[in-house]
């Protein structure tokens, strides 16, 4: 599979999942283990440009596409401008489910670069977050969408 641009390989068993290849395979630790249902979104990464759930899509799912997870969203060495968003509004809060946060706001900003607070909550509805709440999730996307906008 290609993961974060680069063509990667690694052993796994018809049963193992892609979040358990990239972190255990591939040493990307990025994509966070949570549920294992799918239910908390900490492990969404893109497949093909689309968020799925890593714990519960089969790495053989993933043979011949395109991954991108949280380790590539950064460019030349900088981070994504959400990744940037996160840090200045406060959204990382302790981190645990941000790379999901950051990998379905990733998705919601390629397809519609001016999402309302509303479009922004459904896209990031299947990520939760244990701390404190969304709204300063919300605002980081909000800031990065305005941003990604301007730098056009």
Do not use: W
């Not at 949280?70 to 790379?99: I, N, S, Y």
């Not at 950051?102 to 939760?128: F, H, K, V, W, Y």
Request: charged content about 25%; aromatic content about 2%.
């Amino acid at each position: 599979m290609r993961v974060n641009g680069d063509e990667r390989e690694c052993a796994v068993t018809a049963g193992t999942t892609l979040l358990e290849a990239l972190r255990y395979g591939l040493g990307l630790t990025g994509s966070k283990q949570g549920c294992d249902k799918g239910d908390c979104g900490a492990c969404t990464v893109l497949l093909d440009g689309r968020p799925v759930l890593a714990c519960i899509t089969l790495a053989l799912a993933a043979q011949g596409h395109e991954v991108l997870t949280v380790e590539g969203l950064a460019e030349r060495g900088r981070p994504h401008a959400l990744q940037d968003a996160f840090d200045r509004t406060g959204g990382a809060q302790c981190g645990f489910c941000t790379p999901g946060m950051l990998m379905s706001a990733c998705a919601l900003l390629r397809d519609n670069p001016n999402p309302t607070r509303d479009e922004i909550s459904q896209a990031l509805s299947g990520n939760l977050c244990r701390c404190t709440g969304y709204t300063k999730i919300l605002e980081a996307v909000e800031l990065a969408a305005r941003e990604l906008r301007e730098s056009r």
